[in-house]
C-alpha cells in the first residue's frame, strides 16, 4: 500500500530585499534539507495535512495556492506519494524541534542546490512555472478587457510573480 503524504513549497517575500526567498527545512533525523512535508493522518484531507505539516515543521501557518507535482518514490521499501501545494507564509516564528532543527529562506537558485533530493529541485522550477502562468493569465485578461472595456474585470494577479516579489538571478 502506498504512504501517502503531503507538503508544501512554502514561499515569502525577504524582508529585505523584496525578492523570493523559499523555506528548507532541515531533518536531523535524515541529516537532509527538504520541504516541509509528512505523513497523512488517517482520513485527512491532502492538503489540510500540508497546512499542518507546514505549521508544525516551520512554526508558520501559510495559505495555499496551486498544486504542483506530486513526488513518487520507494520509502523504507514501501512506494510513497508526496502531493504538494505552493503556499506563502503569513505569519509565524520558527521554533526548532525534535523533528526539524534548522530553517533557512533562500532565493529559488540557492534553494535548488541546497535540497538533498534531486526529485526535490524539480519543485522550485514548478513554483516559478505557476507564477509565471499566473502573470501570462492576467495579462491576457488585462489585454481583453481593454479591447473591450464592458468586459467584466476579473481579480487576476498582474505580475509573473506575487505582487512585489521580484525574481532572484
Same mark, same amino acid.
Given at each position: 500500500?502506498?504512504?501517502?503524504?503531503?507538503?508544501?513549497?512554502?514561499?515569502?517575500?525577504?524582508?529585505?530585499?523584496?525578492?523570493?526567498?523559499?523555506?528548507?527545512?532541515?531533518?536531523?533525523?535524515?541529516?537532509?534539507?527538504?520541504?516541509?512535508?509528512?505523513?497523512?493522518?488517517?482520513?485527512?484531507?491532502?492538503?489540510?495535512?500540508?497546512?499542518?505539516?507546514?505549521?508544525?515543521?516551520?512554526?508558520?501557518?501559510?495559505?495555499?495556492a496551486a498544486e504542483l507535482p506530486s513526488?513518487?518514490?520507494?520509502?523504507?521499501?514501501?512506494?510513497?506519494?508526496?502531493?504538494?501545494? &505552493? #503556499?506563502? @507564509?503569513?505569519?509565524? +516564528?520558527?521554533?526548532?524541534?525534535?523533528?526539524?532543527? =534548522?530553517?533557512?529562506?533562500?532565493? $529559488?537558485?540557492?534553494?535548488?542546490?541546497?535540497?538533498?533530493?534531486?526529485?526535490?529541485?524539480?519543485?522550485v522550477d514548478a513554483l516559478l512555472t505557476?507564477?509565471?502562468?499566473?502573470?501570462?493569465? &492576467? #495579462?491576457? @485578461?488585462?489585454?481583453? +478587457?481593454?479591447?473591450?472595456?464592458?468586459?467584466?474585470? =476579473?481579480?487576476?494577479?498582474?505580475? $509573473?510573480?506575487?505582487?512585489?516579489?521580484?525574481?532572484?538571478?
Open positions: 500500500m502506498t504512504v501517502q503524504a503531503a507538503g508544501c513549497v512554502l514561499w515569502r517575500r525577504s524582508p529585505v530585499t523584496r525578492t523570493l526567498e523559499l523555506c528548507l527545512v532541515h531533518r536531523p533525523k535524515y541529516d537532509d534539507w527538504s520541504w516541509p512535508k509528512g505523513k497523512l493522518k488517517r482520513g485527512e484531507d491532502a492538503l489540510a495535512g500540508a497546512l499542518r505539516e507546514v505549521a508544525e515543521e516551520t512554526g508558520h501557518s501559510a495559505v495555499a513526488a513518487y518514490y520507494l520509502a523504507n521499501g514501501r512506494p510513497k506519494r508526496v502531493r504538494y501545494w &505552493a #503556499a506563502e @507564509a503569513v505569519s509565524g +516564528t520558527f521554533t526548532p524541534n525534535d523533528e526539524v532543527d =534548522r530553517l533557512l529562506w533562500l532565493p $529559488p537558485h540557492m534553494a535548488r542546490r541546497r535540497l538533498t533530493e534531486p526529485r526535490d529541485a524539480d519543485l505557476t507564477f509565471r502562468a499566473t502573470a501570462t493569465a &492576467a #495579462a491576457t @485578461a488585462a489585454t481583453m +478587457t481593454a479591447a473591450d472595456p464592458r468586459a467584466p474585470r =476579473r481579480n487576476v494577479p498582474t505580475a $509573473p510573480f506575487p505582487p512585489g516579489i521580484r525574481p532572484c538571478p
